[in-house]
C-alpha cells in the first residue's frame, strides 16, 4: 500500500508513551523541508520576474501607511496552461514517464521474478548486481551512454563491425536516446519493490493452481500476476514520478525534440532568470503528479475494503 | 509378515480380494534429494473407496510421497499407476487428483467462492453448471454464508473447509489430504475426523492423506501405512497395526509400549517361551517358525496388563515391581512400575472405581500379569 510510503504512519504506531513527539516529529520535518518550501514556491510563483535580488517581485506592498497591497499576478500559471511550447513539454513528459515506465516493468518484471526464484545463495549476488551501478555517480552513467550511442560510438562500431548496418544509427539526441538512458537508469527501482513483494509470493499457492488444472503460464497470469499488483504499483510510481521531471537524461541524451518539463523548468530558472514561471511550471507538474497518485490510492484502498 | 485380523466369516475387505485392481499403484518409487533419500523403493496399493492414511513422524517421506501421487514432484525411480493409467510422468495439471494443502494455500487476492471455483474454470465448464457446483460444494461443507469473503476474513476451520470445497470441486476420482486437520484445535480436530470420515463414505472418493498424529490416523483409515526413513514399514488396518505391530518401531509409534528383550528357549504348541532379563520367563502366542536361542523383543500393551491376584490364569505372564509414579488421567490411571534397575513398566487401568478407592499407591509392590495373547513377539 503506498500508504507505507508515509513514515509517518510507520512511526505512529509504535513507541506509545512518546507518541506526541513520536507523531510530530515526522510531521514536522514535512512541514520544514515540504511544506515550507511548498509554500515559497507557490509564493513565488504569483509574483512578477525583476531584475534584482531576489529576481521576483514581493506579493505584499505598503501603498501608504495603512493600505496593504496584495498583487497576485496568474499570468505564469495561466501561460503554462495555455502556451502551446509548455503544453507539449508536459503531455512529451507524461509520455515519456509513461513508456518508460512500461518498458522499466516489462523488463524489470522477469528480472525481479528470476531473482524470487532463484536458489537462496544467488539472490543476494543477484540482487547486489542491481544496485552496484548506484555506487557510480549517476551523470557518469548517463554520460558513459553517450560513448556508447553516438556515431562512432561502441553501439555502432560493434553493430558495423558485425556487418548488420552499413551506416552509423543516429540514435544520440534522438527520443529514443532518452528511453534509453531513462528505463536503464530507472530499473532497479522498478525491480526492487518487485521483487521485495515476489519473494514473498507463497510458491504453494502455484502448487495449487497446478494442482486445480493450470497450466504455469495461467497460474502466473491468475495467482502470481494478481498478487504482484502492488508490488508491480509501487515500482511504478517510482519510476514514473521521478522520470516526469527528469533533466539531466534528456538534456544530455535527448535531442531538440525531447521537449520535457524538466528543461524547460531549468531554462527558465536558470537561463531566463525567470523563477515565477518556473515556479508556476514546478507546481503544475507537481499537479499533474499527484493526482494519478491519490486515484492510484483510492483505488487500491477500495480493493481493499471489498 | 503382516498380521490380519482374524475374522473368518467377515467379507474380505478389497485389499485382500486377490482379484482386486488397485487404483493407485506405487511400484519400487524413490525420490532423491542430492544425498537425502526422502523416499526408497517404495510399493503400495490403494484401492477404490479407501481412507488411507500414511503415517510417520517428520522427515520420513510421508509428504514427498503425496507429493509424487500429487505430481507435484517427479520421482527420482519407480513408476506411479492411477486408475490404470501411468502418471510418473504426466504434470500435476493433468491428473486427475486434487490436494488439499496443508497450509490450505487458499488464493488470498479471491473470495471463497472463486476459491472453489477455481478449478472449475480451468476444465472451461459452463458457467450455470459451475455456479451450481459451487452452491453444491459449499452446502456441502456448510459454508454458504462465506462465499462473498475473502480468506483473511475467515477462520481456521472456516479456511480448512474452504481449502477442502475447492479441492473437491473437480469430484477428483482421488483426494489428497496433507496434515488436513493439523492446523486446527484439539477438540475441532476431533470434530472434523469424524466428519472427514462421514463425508469420504457418501462422496465416495479415494482419500489418502499424511499425518503425524496416530490417533487421526486410527480414527480415520481404512488402512495406514506406517513410514520411517523413506520406507513403508508396515500397512494394515488400524486394529491390526496397533495390535500386531511388524516392528519394533511401529509398536513404539503407535501408541505406548513395554518392551521385554529375550531369547527363544523353547516351543508349547503355538506358544513360545522366551527368557528375559532377570529371571523373566514369558509365554506367548507365536506361529512364526522361530529357532532356539533367536534374540526377540516382546511387546506389550499398557492397557493389556492387570494387577495380580485379579483373573490370573495359567498360561500367563507375570512380573512384578514397585510402583514409582502414578498419573491420573480422569478416566484410566498410568502407572510406572520399577520391575529392574534398567527396566520401568507401564500399565494403565480404567478407573472403574472412585479415586478415593483407588487400591494403588506410590512404592507398593505389585504383580502384573498378561496372557500368552496380549504379547506380540517382534524379530525386527
Known amino acids: ?306 | 509378515m503382516a498380521h490380519s485380523d482374524a475374522q473368518g466369516q467377515a467379507p474380505l475387505a478389497v485389499w485382500q480380494d486377490p482379484t482386486a485392481k488397485p487404483y493407485v499403484r506405487i511400484e519400487g518409487v524413490s525420490r532423491h534429494f542430492g544425498e537425502v533419500h526422502a523416499l526408497n523403493d517404495v510399493s503400495l496399493d490403494i484401492y477404490q473407496g479407501e481412507f488411507f492414511s500414511l503415517l510417520g513422524g517428520s522427515g520420513c517421506g510421508k509428504t514427498t510421497l503425496l507429493r509424487l501421487l500429487a505430481g507435484l514432484d517427479t520421482p527420482t525411480q519407480g513408476r506411479i499407476w492411477i486408475d490404470g493409467v501411468d502418471v510418473t510422468d504426466m504434470p500435476a495439471y493433468r491428473r486427475p487428483v486434487n490436494m488439499m494443502f496443508q497450509s490450505y494455500a487458499l488464493f488470498p487476492h479471491m473470495t471463497v467462492e472463486a476459491n472453489v471455483e477455481f478449478g472449475l474454470r480451468q476444465e472451461k465448464m459452463p458457467k450455470v453448471e459451475r455456479a451450481e457446483r459451487v452452491g453444491e460444494m459449499l452446502d456441502l461443507l456448510h459454508i454458504g454464508d462465506l462465499r462473498k469473503r475473502r480468506p483473511d476474513q475467515i477462520s481456521g476451520g472456516q479456511r480448512q473447509r474452504v481449502a477442502l470445497a475447492r479441492s473437491l470441486a473437480k469430484h477428483p476420482k482421488l483426494l489428497l489430504l496433507d496434515e488436513p486437520l493439523g492446523a486446527l484445535d484439539k477438540k475441532l480436530r476431533t470434530h472434523t475426523q469424524f466428519e472427514l470420515v462421514k463425508l469420504q463414505e457418501r462422496i465416495g472418493i479415494t482419500f489418502v492423506t499424511v499425518t503425524h498424529d496416530q490417533e487421526e490416523a486410527m480414527t480415520m483409515s481404512s488402512r495406514i501405512a506406517v513410514m520411517d526413513a523413506g520406507q513403508i514399514i508396515q500397512v494394515d488396518t488400524p486394529g491390526a497395526i496397533y495390535e500386531y505391530p511388524n516392528s519394533r518401531m511401529v509398536a513404539s509409534f503407535i501408541g505406548s509400549v513395554n518392551l521385554f528383550e529375550g531369547k527363544v528357549f523353547g516351543r508349547e504348541g503355538d506358544d513360545i517361551l522366551v527368557a528375559g532379563d532377570d529371571r523373566l520367563v514369558m509365554r506367548l502366542r507365536c506361529l512364526q517358525p522361530l529357532s532356539l536361542g533367536t534374540p526377540v523383543t516382546v511387546a506389550v500393551r499398557p492397557e493389556k496388563m492387570r494387577l495380580c491376584p485379579e483373573c490370573q490364569g495359567p498360561g500367563d505372564n507375570r512380573v512384578g515391581g514397585r510402583v514409582e509414579d502414578i498419573a491420573y488421567l480422569g478416566n484410566v490411571s498410568i502407572f510406572h512400575v520399577r520391575v529392574s534397575p534398567k527396566q520401568l513398566v507401564t500399565m494403565t487401568m480404567a478407573n472403574t472405581q472412585p479415586r478415593t478407592e483407588q487400591v494403588l499407591t506410590w512404592g507398593q509392590e505389585v504383580t502384573m500379569t498378561w496372557s500368552a495373547v496380549c504379547g506380540v513377539v517382534l524379530t525386527e
Open chain 1, 1 to 306: 500500500m503506498p500508504g507505507e510510503f508515509l513514515i509517518t504512519r510507520l512511526l505512529s504506531r509504535r513507541w506509545r508513551p512518546g507518541r506526541w513527539l513520536n507523531i510530530g516529529l515526522p510531521y514536522f520535518w514535512l512541514l520544514l523541508f515540504f511544506f515550507l518550501p511548498f509554500v515559497i514556491v507557490f509564493q513565488i510563483s504569483l509574483a512578477e520576474p525583476q531584475i534584482a535580488q531576489p529576481p521576483y517581485t514581493a506579493l505584499t506592498e505598503w501603498v501608504d501607511e495603512a493600505v496593504l497591497q496584495i498583487r497576485l499576478n496568474l499570468g505564469n500559471f495561466t501561460l503554462v496552461m495555455e502556451d502551446e511550447l509548455y503544453r507539449a513539454a508536459f503531455l512529451n513528459s507524461l509520455w515519456v514517464g509513461l513508456v518508460s515506465t512500461l518498458g522499466c516493468l516489462l523488463i524489470g518484471y522477469p528480472m525481479a521474478y528470476a531473482i524470487a526464484t532463484a536458489p537462496e545463495r544467488w539472490r543476494v549476488p543477484l540482487l547486489m548486481m542491481i544496485i552496484l551501478p548506484f555506487w557510480t555517480s549517476f551523470l557518469i552513467r548517463v554520460y558513459a551512454w553517450i560513448g556508447i550511442l553516438k556515431g562512432n560510438g561502441l553501439l555502432n562500431n560493434f553493430l558495423l563491425a558485425l556487418g548488420l548496418i552499413d551506416e552509423p544509427l543516429a540514435i544520440l539526441h534522438t527520443q529514443t536516446a532518452v528511453y534509453i538512458g531513462v528505463v536503464y537508469s530507472y530499473l532497479p527501482f522498478m525491480v526492487l519493490p518487485l521483487y521485495a513483494n515476489l519473494s514473498r509470493l507463497d510458491l504453494t499457492l502455484l502448487e495449487a493452481a497446478a494442482d486445480l488444472g493450470c497450466r504455469p503460464w495461467r497460474a502466473f497470469l491468475r495467482v502470481t500476476l494478481p498478487l504482484s499488483l502492488p508490488g508491480i504499483l509501487a515500482g511504478s510510481l517510482l519510476v514514473f514520478i521521478p522520470v516526469v521531471g527528469e533533466f539531466v537524461i534528456p538534456d544530455l541524451l535527448g535531442g531538440p525534440d525531447s521537449l520535457m518539463v524538466g528543461r524547460m523548468l531549468w531554462t527558465e530558472f536558470f537561463s531566463n532568470k525567470d523563477w515565477p514561471l518556473a515556479s508556476a511550471l514546478a507546481l503544475v507538474l507537481l499537479a499533474l503528479l499527484v493526482v494519478p497518485f491519490v486515484a492510484l490510492q483510492r483505488w487500491q484502498s477500495r480493493l481493499e475494503m471489498e
